[in-house]
């Protein structure tokens, strides 16, 4: 009778029904969360921490006792830091030129209103998409000495490298802080304007604050992918420039060195887990700032104070445009004439002894292995992000969802390199004895997917109110009714770009393939590696058309997705 009852004051404003909702998370819905979750769990452990652990086993445990006396070694030789100070100062200066570049453009093309803006938003995302060894096949077109821009000589140096840098992760920037741009409340500004503040005065006290956490995330994402970057540094690099991540392609292919090989994959992973932190928390910065109030309207004509970024913008697309352009023109010509030759040898193998299939089969193998990929990356991705954009009330179950959407970011951290090459020392005995299969490819393709499709899906699933779900639980609705009820309308369109942008992905992956594709089963990124690895005009001839095919097929996949307009690039 004198049962003492609970009252609010036990809890926080707003949080009496916490120790409910907790036990919530812990049966039912929750539980079933967590069963699904071991599915993509089982799956990073089988195929990501297996092989890297591998690798790193080999490199620190030579004779099965922990030996880091070659540590100091490998840290102290000449080739070493000079490929450490390489990755660190063309990664920063990729980044801020990136930055100089990418800020007018984001203005022009997401504050502006002018005829073709459409069209120049997709120019400029273009290049993000593109795989990266054709990338580097561009710009080695565009200055090597039979190139448009081959009398700068450039080609050989630096300098292409750092070009192919800005051009490739110009998006990031563009979309990133032109997506928070376009929803920044217009009335801040226009304040400052009214009290005598000149257009420059507006935008460093008024302007730039509001974009910090945008311009922060941008900005680390793009030292990362600079970091990172694997096809075009080993295309415009060669032997003289090199970055971590190529290091440890060489350390592993041609020195045999895992000691050295680990030492560097390790480092890499210290790094980018240092980045995707402040990332994580620059993009917690950005949700917690963004206006919710929709600007897109307010969109203005071009102004007289306007021309400067309109100026830098027209530069930018056509620092896009050259590199394609010239790759296309290269392509049809040989011997000084226009000709579809390069195209026709590409559809027989016996044009060349570096082909032993035709590229037509070549890229039958990646469109058939990118499906596979897709399929492996959407599906498990669907997953982890519906698990993860879950806010238990209990802190130690937040610490946990947190820890799942982190370990699925891991693959970013670690070299496709130390990934492929791990896959074939640990996948090497039954029953996992998967060496000669084809699916390694599509799995490995996978794994590099797999976070882009989490970090596009999560965000919208956490946008969605929770009471949606609860309301239709509370009309009788089982927990995956409720969820599909509130989530499944608003997925439909982010689950086709988290698709598209995983194709291509998979289409462009390099760094792993190269090690797993079978010699009778190459895809086109490996057939375009082993052609401009050769001398003769005949070769660059025809990795220069294997590329424009490429392209062309990425490109169309990502013309479909840009139509979906769904801003997923720079959410990680």
């Given at each position: 009778m004198?049962?003492?009852?609970p009252?609010p004051t036990?809890?926080r404003?707003?949080?009496?029904?916490?120790?409910?909702?907790?036990?919530?998370?812990l049966?039912?819905s929750?539980v079933a969360?967590?069963l699904?979750?071991?599915?993509?769990?089982?799956?990073?452990?089988?195929?990501?921490l297996?092989?890297?652990?591998?690798?790193?086993?080999r490199?620190?445990?030579?004779?099965?006792?922990?030996?880091l006396?070659?540590?100091?070694?490998?840290?102290?030789?000449?080739r070493?830091?000079?490929?450490?100070?390489?990755?660190?100062?063309?990664?920063?200066?990729?980044?801020?030129?990136t930055l100089?570049?990418?800020?007018?453009?984001?203005?022009?093309?997401?504050r502006?209103?002018?005829?073709?803006?459409?069209?120049?938003?997709?120019?400029?995302?273009?290049?993000?998409?593109?795989?990266?060894?054709v990338?580097?096949?561009?710009?080695r077109?565009?200055?090597?000495?039979g190139?448009?821009l081959g009398?700068l000589?450039?080609?050989?140096?630096?300098?292409?490298?750092?070009?192919a840098?800005?051009?490739?992760n110009?998006?990031?920037?563009?979309?990133?802080?032109?997506?928070?741009w376009?929803?920044?409340?217009?009335?801040?500004?226009?304040?400052?304007a009214?009290l005598?503040a000149?257009p420059w005065?507006?935008?460093?006290?008024?302007t730039?604050?509001?974009?910090a956490?945008?311009?922060?995330?941008?900005?680390?994402?793009?030292f990362?992918?600079?970091?990172?970057a694997f096809g075009?540094v080993l295309?415009?690099g060669?032997?003289r420039?090199?970055?971590?991540?190529?290091e440890?392609y060489?350390?592993?292919?041609q020195?045999?060195?895992?000691?050295?090989a680990?030492?560097l994959?390790?480092l890499q992973?210290?790094?980018?887990?240092?980045?995707?932190?402040?990332?994580?928390?620059a993009?917690r910065?950005?949700?917690?700032?963004?206006?919710?109030?929709?600007?897109?309207?307010?969109a203005?004509?071009p102004?007289?104070?306007?021309i400067?970024?309109?100026a830098v913008?027209?530069?930018?697309v056509?620092?896009?445009?050259?590199?394609?352009?010239?790759?296309?023109v290269r392509?049809?010509?040989?011997g000084?004439?226009?000709?579809l030759?390069n195209y026709?040898?590409?559809?027989d193998?016996?044009?060349t002894?570096?082909?032993?299939?035709?590229?037509?089969?070549a890229?039958e193998?990646s469109?058939?292995?990118?499906?596979?990929a897709?399929?492996?990356?959407?599906?498990?991705?669907?997953i982890?992000a519906?698990?993860?954009s879950?806010?238990?009330r209990?802190?130690?179950w937040?610490?946990?969802?947190?820890?799942?959407?982190?370990?699925?970011?891991l693959?970013?951290g670690?070299?496709?390199?130390?990934?492929?090459?791990?896959?074939?020392i640990t996948?090497?005995?039954?029953p996992?004895d998967?060496?000669?299969?084809p699916?390694?490819?599509?799995?490995?393709q996978?794994?590099?997917?797999?976070?882009l499709?989490v970090r596009t899906?999560?965000?919208?699933?956490?946008?969605?109110?929770?009471?949606q779900?609860?309301?239709?639980?509370?009309?009788?609705?089982?927990p995956?009714r409720?969820a599909?009820t509130a989530?499944?309308?608003?997925l439909a369109?982010?689950?086709?770009?988290?698709?598209g942008?995983a194709?291509a992905v998979s289409l462009g992956?390099f760094?792993?393939t190269a090690f797993?594709?079978?010699?009778?089963r190459?895809?086109?990124?490996?057939?375009?590696?082993q052609l401009?690895s050769?001398?003769?005009?005949?070769?660059?001839?025809?990795?220069?058309?294997?590329?424009?095919?490429l392209?062309?097929v990425?490109v169309t996949?990502m013309?479909v997705?840009?139509r979906?307009?769904?801003?997923?690039v720079?959410?990680?």
């Open positions: 004198n049962t003492p009852t009252t036990a809890t404003p707003g949080r009496t029904a916490a120790p409910g909702r907790r036990a919530a998370y049966s039912g929750g969360l967590g699904a979750a071991l599915v993509p769990l089982a799956f990073l452990a089988v195929f990501f297996l092989p890297v652990g591998g690798m790193l086993a490199g620190f445990l030579p004779e099965g006792r922990l030996d006396s070659g540590v100091p070694e490998v840290l102290g030789r000449a070493t830091l000079r490929v450490l100070w390489f990755t660190l100062w063309s990664s920063l200066a990729g980044t801020l030129l100089v570049l990418g800020l007018p453009v984001a203005f022009a093309l997401y502006l209103r002018f005829p073709g803006r459409g069209l120049l938003r997709a120019v400029v995302v273009m290049p993000f998409v593109l795989p990266t060894v990338v580097g096949v561009m710009f077109s565009l200055l090597s000495s190139g448009p009398s000589g450039w080609d050989g140096t630096w300098v292409p490298i750092l070009l840098f800005v051009f490739f110009l998006a990031v920037v563009v979309r990133t802080v032109g997506g928070m376009e929803g920044l409340d217009r009335r801040a500004e226009e304040s400052a009214a005598g000149d005065q507006v935008w460093r006290t008024v730039l604050p509001a974009l956490p945008a311009v922060v995330s941008a900005a680390t994402l793009v990362l992918f600079c970091s990172t075009v295309t415009l060669g032997l420039y090199g970055t971590v991540e190529t440890i060489l350390l592993t292919t020195f045999l060195d895992l000691q050295g680990a030492v994959s390790v992973l210290a790094a980018v887990v240092l980045m995707l932190t402040l990332a994580a928390r993009r910065s950005t949700e917690s700032t963004r206006p919710r109030v929709g600007a897109r309207a307010a203005r004509g102004r007289r104070h306007d400067p970024a309109l913008t027209a530069l930018a056509g620092f896009v445009l050259l590199p394609v352009g010239s790759l296309v392509s049809l010509r040989r000084g004439a226009w000709t030759e026709r040898a590409l559809t193998p016996d044009s002894p570096v082909l032993r299939v035709s590229v037509v089969e890229v193998n469109l058939r292995t990118a499906v596979d897709t399929v492996i990356a959407m599906v498990l991705g669907l982890v519906v698990v993860v879950r806010r238990p209990a802190a130690g937040r610490r946990v969802v947190a820890g799942l959407d982190g370990a699925f970011m693959p970013l670690i070299s496709a390199v130390t990934v492929g090459f791990g896959f074939l996948l090497d005995r039954p996992l998967l060496r000669t299969s699916v390694l490819v599509p799995v490995a996978a794994m590099v997917a797999l976070p499709v899906l999560t965000p919208v699933l956490r946008s969605i109110d929770p009471r779900r609860e309301a239709a639980a509370a009309l009788g609705a089982p995956w409720a599909w989530e499944g309308p608003v369109r982010p689950v086709l770009a988290a698709t942008f194709f992956e760094g792993a797993l594709a079978r010699p009778d190459p895809t086109v990124p490996v057939v375009i590696y401009i050769r001398p003769g005009a005949e070769h660059l001839g025809m990795a220069l058309a294997a590329s424009v095919v392209a062309v990425t996949v013309a997705v840009e979906l307009r769904v801003g997923s720079g959410t990680f």
